[in-house]
């Protein structure tokens, strides 16, 4: 057997936490530092990689630069690191390599030295089409903004390129998040892929701040708070499934379409328990059944706390729950089989009463070979993933 085929396949993340300025619903480890920072931060980022000891066990099929916005900081900072990667570890000659980009921050310059470093995948952060929306979230840039740069990243050579959108937005009803997606698809060269969510307010950020103290007297730019109701929500869902659909996307996993062959592979990884590391600030890895972080204080990262934090060792249960509702996610389901290979006993011996109850409910569905969400447990997926928690 050779070196490589000993390896086992795995993944490796890069936080990148430098945004020009902060949007107003973000909760991400992300700061406003200037480049002075960024060079220190890349420093640290390049001895973190150096230092990892699972660099012969690993073969790297995935690499993805997350944010905060990878797309900011000089770009032969960026390169730089997979150069270091590359160096380092046994990276797959067709591995997926994914830079996040936001609106506003690309140029050609920088995408002809991520194309030409061997970055494959672009991954850009648009949220909305509609500008006065764009304001209010805080974005750096317009519609107009983020066309012009997917059209520079189509005519620099990227053929794979996934935009995230936002739904559930204040003040944004059901023509407006359609009027999204069909500019969107209107591109002349869509994106592959597509991933939807929802927004989620989260605490200690502007948007907390105006729906939790005092919303009924404030407002948003010129638009009173309000959320879309739960109908105006399932109108956008629908609306999502039948235009996406229409136009050649599949749903893979709960929020992500693709066109064939276009399936993020990074975050495929996830849910499926791939093995992954994580570098950068609060990036989380899991190697050999051993869950860990890096610090997510970002002076001691800069100043050389780069050891493993929060390390846990996955017990069988922890990975029996993952595997279901982690697998669950994606719309292939749980095998039946795969699940037995790993642990030695049938779904039903520990879920046959949940399986049951789920399919009586028509939340799940099973064909012999797998079980799967059906439509409506996709709609309502929280609530029947956690009925897959061992307690
Ligand atoms: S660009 Fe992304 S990471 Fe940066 S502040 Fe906005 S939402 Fe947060």
Known sequence: MNETRKKRPAGIYIHIPFCVRRCSYCDFLSTTYGE????????????????????????????????GTPSLPAPSL??????????????????????ECNPGTLDAVKLRAYRDAGINRLSIGLQSADNRMLKKLGRIHSFETFEKEFDLARE???????????????????????????????????????????????EGTPFWEMFHEDAEL??????????PSEDEE????????????????????ISNWAQEGFESLHNKGYWERREYLGFGLGASGQVRDRRCKVTSDLKSYLSGDLGEKEVITLSRKDKIEETMFLGLREMKGVSREAFQKEFGVTIDSIYGDVIRNLIRLKLIKDDGDAVRLTEHGIEISNPVLSEFLLG
């Open 234 to 253: 399932s109108g956008m869902l629908s609306d999502l499934k039948e235009i996406l659909t229409a136009h050649g996307y599949h749903r893979y996993e």
């Open 36 to 67: 002075d920072v960024q060079e220190q931060y890349f420093r640290m980022l390049d001895r973190q990689v150096r230092l990892s000891p699972y660099k012969d066990e690993l073969r790297i099929v995935s690499v993805f630069f997350g944010g």
């Open 218 to 227: 404030k407002k948003l730019g010129d638009t009173p708070l309000f959320l």
């Open 78 to 99: 960026l390169t730089g690191i997979l150069d270091t990667v590359r160096e380092c570890f046994d990276v797959a000659k067709d591995a997926e390599i994914t830079a």
């Open 156 to 202: 620099t050579g990227f053929r794979n390129i996934s935009v995230d959108l936002m739904y559930d937005l204040p003040g944004q009803d059901r023509a407006m998040f359609r009027d999204t997606l069909e500019k969107v698809l209107a591109l002349r060269e869509p994106p592959q892929h597509i991933s939807p969510y929802s927004l989620i307010i989260e």
